[in-house]
């Protein structure tokens, strides 16, 4: 009989770790909440919402660049 070891679709004790527990932290606040809640009860942030995804000022300014050059470029 195989030793419970030797199990390959026995979890892993890295997943018992990362998984094995009820609760995660808010990733806004890092306060520690259960895993079943809708939003963090310290800060209000909702959990299962997507994340808001902010365009880096560079980027932007690069692409305005960009832009006003191959207008200017198309004028002349």
Known sequence: M???ED??????QADMEEFGSEFIKCPK???KIYD???WCHKCG?????AEETKVKP???ITGMVLLASFLL???L
């Open 7 to 12: 199990d390959i679709d026995a979890p892993q």
């Open 36 to 38: 079943d809640v809708d």
């Open 45 to 49: 942030h909702a959990l299962g919402a």
């Open 58 to 60: 560079w980027i932007l």
């Open 2 to 4: 195989p030793r419970i």
């Open 73 to 75: 470029w198309m004028v």
């Open 29 to 31: 606040c890092l306060a």
